[in-house]
């Protein structure tokens, strides 16, 4: 098994970009898909990400598609979340997770086993 730890998060202006790293420990990182998820106050949460397990293969939320991007270095066992272009609806606590499913949209969250406690980011208008 994984676990996932955020970091990353942060006030930003719109427009403006940030990086979200997950660090997960565990022997056995390079068998799993790699996630991000992210929920907002009073809201579901929502797919943002996910990565397959050797990196060729990315998929992503229709809310964030070519202003997100996805990445994982599994010499490191990282999994990176680039995010550009943000906007204020952006702000929310993202989670990282890690999973063996991939199934087609809608992403589930059952998909993914293990997963972080999330790092805050708001994005200011």
């Known amino acids: 098994q994984v676990q996932p730890v955020e970091s990353g998060g942060g006030l930003v202006q719109t427009g403006g970009s940030l990086r979200l790293s997950c660090a997960a420990s565990?022997?056995?990182?390079?068998?799993?898909?790699m996630g991000w998820f992210r929920q907002a106050p009073g809201k579901e949460r929502e797919f943002v990400a996910r990565?397959?397990?050797?990196?060729?293969?990315?998929s992503y939320g229709d809310s964030v598609k070519a202003r997100f991007s996805i990445s994982r270095d599994n010499t490191k066992n990282m999994v990176y979340l680039q995010m550009n272009s943000l906007k204020p609806e952006d702000t929310a606590v993202y989670y990282c997770?890690?999973?063996?499913?991939?199934?087609?949209?809608?992403?589930?969250?059952?998909?993914?086993?293990?997963w972080g406690q999330g790092t805050q980011v708001t994005v200011s208008s």
């Open positions: 990565i397959s397990e050797r990196g060729g293969v990315t």
């Open positions: 565990g022997s056995t990182f390079s068998k799993y898909i």
């Open positions: 997770a890690a999973g063996r499913g991939w199934n087609v949209p809608p992403v589930p969250s059952t998909d993914y086993d293990f």
